[in-house]
């Protein structure tokens, strides 16, 4: 059970280039959320999604794109990366909410984060 | 709107007590939370707190609401070096989507 995943680690790269980080969860949640890190503002929300096939935009969805065609990964892709997106990446999962549920459909569990440097 | 904030720096001696705060302004958050980041790692939720509740304590950790000043508040009992970290607070506002509000995270230095 590794619970939430990350891939890759750690990418530089150059202005106007594309990529891809991929999150992967093995514990069956439905929400998945991608946040960005930055020095003295938290974590803020890019986007998300609340179920297989179905995204929503966050706080800062600005160029950026993201899939949801499998349940366990979620796709975060930059078409045209910008240095104003060197950043620390989060992806983090919630299980269903059960209306009137117990806190536990409320908890979200981070994975370990994807250091992107864009030059 | 929906801001949540932190002061961005505590220090403490090994041993003393801990008190980080949080000032959120959402009235109709449902539940708030602390999370822990330690370098170079993910975020780990250390506790939690319902909106109906004005205090909770689980070992170390005492979490104080007060509702009406939208303030919330993490008392770190005994503090260890091992509790050196950035400690996020966090409100969930939303019932059907469990978007989650955070600050802007204080770092908590522990010395000898």
């Known amino acids: 059970n590794a619970g939430v995943t990350q891939t890759p680690k750690f990418r530089v790269l150059k202005t106007g280039q594309s990529m891809t980080l991929l999150c992967a969860q093995d514990m069956n949640h439905e929400y998945m959320y991608w946040y960005r890190q930055d020095p003295g503002m938290g974590l803020r929300l890019i986007h998300y999604s609340v179920g297989e096939g179905t995204t929503a935009k966050g706080e800062v969805p600005d160029g950026y794109n993201v899939s949801r065609l499998k349940k366990q990964n979620f796709l975060l892709g930059l078409e045209s990366a910008a240095p104003s997106q060197t950043s620390v990446y989060f992806c983090a999962t919630t299980p269903l909410r059960i209306a009137g549920g117990t806190l536990g459909t409320d908890t979200q569990y981070f994975g370990p984060g994807t250091r992107l440097t864009v030059l | 709107g929906e801001d949540v904030e932190q002061s961005l720096f505590l220090s403490v001696r090994e041993g003393d007590s801990s008190v980080i705060n949080c000032t959120y302004t959402?009235?109709?958050?449902?539940?708030l939370y602390w999370y822990k980041q330690e370098p170079g790692a993910g975020l780990q939720l250390l506790t939690y707190?319902?909106?109906?509740?004005d205090m909770k304590q689980d070992q170390r950790l005492t979490v104080l609401l007060n509702k009406k000043d939208k303030h919330l508040s993490l008392r770190i009992a005994d503090t260890q070096t091992g509790d050196s970290a950035i400690y996020f607070c966090?409100?969930?506002?939303?019932?059907?989507?469990?978007?989650?509000?955070f600050g802007t995270g204080t770092r908590l230095q522990v010395f000898p």
């Open positions: 959402d009235s109709s958050s449902t539940y």
């Open positions: 707190i319902f909106s109906n509740m």
């Open positions: 966090a409100e969930s506002i939303k019932l059907n989507t469990d978007k989650l509000i």
